[in-house]
Nanobody, 121 residues
Framework: QVQLVESGGGLVQAEGSLRLSCAAS????????MGWYRQAPGKQRELVAF???????NYADSVKGRFTISRDNAENTAYLQMNSLKPEDTAVYYC???????????????WGRGTQVTVSS
């Protein structure tokens, strides 16, 4: 089994920054690719960014140029650096992981419990 624990959420003013962390533990050999999803009130959960085991990254258009995903394989931790935050970035942010990239993009096997990010105007 794999456990994912997010941290780093909070309340920030527009144009501010936050860094989210996702610490993985357990059977980490089961995860190769990691990503961040978010879900705003009344909206569907959406993929924000992902990073493959080889370090290839990809971002939703809404966050390109503002968010950066990275990972520290030695620490089994993924990060999401969020800059120039906007009120529309307000959501619960979830870490996700899977051994297969296709599954990460559609229905990840492993999820964290989420961390709230609130951006005030």
């Amino acid at each position: 089994q794999v456990q994912l624990v997010e941290s780093g959420g909070g309340l920030v003013q527009a144009e501010g920054s936050l860094r989210l962390s996702c610490a993985a533990s357990g059977s980490i050999f089961r995860i190769n690719h990691m990503g961040w999803y978010r879900q705003a009130p009344g909206k569907q959960r959406e993929l924000v960014a992902f990073i493959t085991g080889a370090g290839v990254t990809n971002y939703a258009d809404s966050v390109k140029g503002r968010f950066t995903i990275s990972r520290d394989n030695a620490e089994n931790t993924a990060y999401l650096q969020m800059n120039s935050l906007k009120p529309e970035d307000t959501a619960v942010y979830y870490c996700a992981a899977d051994n297969r990239l296709g599954d990460l993009l559609r229905a990840p096997d492993y999820w964290g419990r989420g961390t709230q990010v609130t951006v005030s105007s």
